[in-house]
């Protein structure tokens, strides 16, 4: 069956964007085809992949002006495919709603890709509006990227509760795909104290994957490259690779 | 005049709510009177406050179920009150869009406050929907803290063309009140990098205080306090004392 994640926390900066590149590239080189979609308006994954200036973008897609196969580009990544964001998407927000079917627009042209791809990614904003709801109709799964910090521990159980509510309206296949903790430094009190809490509460759900706190991790995309083509020996792309491995099997 | 200031970057984890914090506590502490409104729907400037079960939110307010003088909270700082947020906001987004005049809402309530604040700081959520659109009409000028990573740097260019288009069709008084840079690493390269090209770019505009990543301002939203009352000797604190003595001069 066919895996469409959506990589979603309402929380900012808590690795979304970090983890959707790191994730599609490295299941992508254990030799499984990845498309990997940028629904974000501030396409931080569009040129943290290095794509400069796409045929269509997923506004151009979600509009009905292009048709997902035009916009698809690929990547310097041998199975990754990607589908671009661009500013225009800030729009799409007002436009999508009010559209009827507002929240399934996505899912919709998600299922006219000629191509079958194994895994879909879905990066999304910081906010649970259409767009990320829109993610969450389509997907069949959610990966939660949650940073070792206060505040981002503190929305998790209302994320939590926000897709509990999309899976009984509208989307009853939605499951958890797992926590990942991300920006973990062991040598700080906090990171090791939101570790041990969350890991209590979500037990099993929560990868035994870390992602450390790794300044490749935040050089790559200035080089528009995952890190696993930046620095492929550093402990932030190994522990993407660890991450892919838990995925995966 | 009074000083209405929105703190907003459409960027996620930029620090807005750690600066919207503690710059509120710094000029409170100088003997100025400051108001700290919380427009984020995770309400996190309102739990690092340590406010817990406010009468009224900005979200009663904005929906004139309740007027803002009745949701004015007094925190531990003396000189700081603060209006607090709820996750009934999340609904605000879509709930304001289909009032007239909804860029204003949130300018026509703060024109009731009775007391006479000389600061009013609005904390704003990761996104440019019609929340932050709110606080950009409300307020008198926007401070900008921008992480010096590389994503949060590509996006200012964007934000700063979205504050100019506000400025020329509903807010002619808007002003750019300034940049600070935020979770500073000298020993890191893509850090000083970052601080180099925003500098050449934005010269005056760029504050000389930059904020430290430090481990003070992570932990002191747990204890509900902003870093001056929890740990006023580190850095972090020290650094945002100094940022807001910049701010009042
Ligand atoms: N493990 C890590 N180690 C060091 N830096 C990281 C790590 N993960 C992400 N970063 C950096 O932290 C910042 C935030 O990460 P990212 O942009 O991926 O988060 P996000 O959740 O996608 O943000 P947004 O909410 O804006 O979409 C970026 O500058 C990124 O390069
Ligand atoms: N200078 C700093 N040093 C260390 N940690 C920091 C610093 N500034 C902020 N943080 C931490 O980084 C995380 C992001 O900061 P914060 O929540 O203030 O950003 P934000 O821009 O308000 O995020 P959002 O986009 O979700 O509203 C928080 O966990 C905060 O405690
Ligand atoms: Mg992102
Ligand atoms: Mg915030």
Known sequence: ????????????GVGKTTTSINVSA?????????????LDPQANATSGMGIQTPKATIYDCLMARAIMDE???????????MIAS??????????????????????NILGNIEKDYEWIILDCPP???????????SANSVLIPV??????????????????R???????????????????????NLSRQVEKEI?????EKVYQSMIPRNVSLAESPSYGKPALLYNAASSGSRAYVDLAKEMIA
Request: proline share 1%; aromatic share 4%; net charge negative.
């Open 166 to 188: 999309i899976k009984e309206s509208i989307n009853p296949n939605l499951e958890l795909e797992g926590i990942v903790l991300t920006m973990y430094d062991s040598r700080i």
């Open 71 to 81: 916009a698809i580009v690929t990547t310097e990544v041998s199975g990754l495919d």
């Open 26 to 38: 490295s299941i992508a080189l254990a030799q499984h085809s990845v498309l990997l979609v940028d």
């Open 127 to 137: 906010a649970l509006g259409l767009l990320t709801i829109n993610a969450l109709v």
């Open 199 to 203: 890991r209590e509460y979500f037990g």
């Open 1 to 12: 069956m066919k895996k469409i994640i959506a990589v979603a926390n309402q929380k900012g």
């Open 86 to 107: 661009g500013s225009d998407l800030a729009g799409a927000e007002i436009e999508l709603s009010s559209i009827s079917g507002r929240e399934e627009v996505l899912k």
């Open 147 to 164: 940073q070792c910090e206060y505040y981002a521990m503190e929305g998790l159980g209302r994320l939590i509760g926000n897709i509990d």
